[in-house]
């Protein structure tokens, strides 16, 4: 008899984005002639980079020459991209990250969930409250929870709350954990994290023997030049940390897939005999044998972000959806709104107005002003009470947003 991951049923509800398009797509169903605004999934809106799609063009040509033909490549991906990114990313930053531990792939959100194939199945787990939903969904996909309780929150997960009472980043748990999951700037609440801050982890994480699996997915959107970009530039990181990026969000890659993981050489976690194992050896072992690399064509756009016109592209694309969330910010606290984030970050965290519940505002915003956000609840118990409004759109659609938004609800 085939039997089932019986972990799957302890999922609550469908995955977030996929739940909130469902009920979008029955409003237009209902609604044909509502011009609908999506401010909700933080999915890009504006073309690819010249420089990336110019490198791309050229990448397909090279694939018509067979000469210049490529099949596979190496499931880590090709050293000239490793190399420029460590240069660029890490190395300027003084992380002392080789490009050796520099993982290509697909995308983050991927990497994110499949981390855990290296990891022990009896580790003790930390995710902030709200949180992105990726770490704790794939957690219970991989038996590492109970169930969950009337509030969504599974049993055997520590959650740390973040709200505005401790600037949304998280005290350090009181107990021993094992896996340590923090997301700077914080999708979803916009927040950063000090310096300061992030050593406090990363002392704690040593002195514990934790690992942190830090999602630096929108690190290019930091403004606040005091604010650290990479986990690595914290000293002692590269002995308990493994830093996700991604091409996503900074270079609008959310259709084109491609991201990276940063395993140091360093990281070592003791196997059951005592001995101390790389994690880097375990995570080289799970990509040649699960994955086969990103494309050709994909990582020489990729590579293009790091060419002089690339990173002059992405900063213009970079400010424009920042100057979309300083947009959000202003109209919202103008009507009256209280709003966090979307400074060092491309979400801006709006407190419901009047006690409404996340659901109730997002059904309000939508049927009044047919405009999508993301319930904050969505996020986690502590996210109740709060929505994410994603700055990913064009000019003209945030602007008829906010406008439809203040001019809807009577705040
Ligand atoms: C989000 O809206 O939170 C992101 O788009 C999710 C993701 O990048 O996977």
Redesign the pocket.
Known sequence: MVTINENYLKLKAGYL?PEIARRVNAFAEANPNAAIIKLG???VTEPLPQACRDAMAQAIQDMGDRSSFKGYGPEQGYLWLREKIAEHDFNARNCGIDASEIFVSDGS?CDCGNILDILGKDNTIAVTDPV?P?YVDTNVMAGHTGEADENGKYEGLTYLPISADNDFTAAIPSGKVDLIYLCFPN??TGAVATKAHLQTWVDYAKANGSLILFDA?YEAFITDPEIPHSIYEIEGARDCAIEFRSF?KNAGFTGTRCALTVVPKSLTVKASTGEDVQLWKLWNRRQCTKFNGVSYIVQRGAEAVYSAEGQAQIKALISFYLENAQIIRDRLSAAGLKVYGGINAPYVWVQTPAGLSSWDFFDKLLESANVVG?PGSGFGAAGEGYFRI?AFNSRENVEEAMNRITANLKL
Do not use: C, E, M, Q
């Open positions: 984005f999934i933080g999915d959100k992105y990726v999708n979803p997915a996503s993301t994603s």
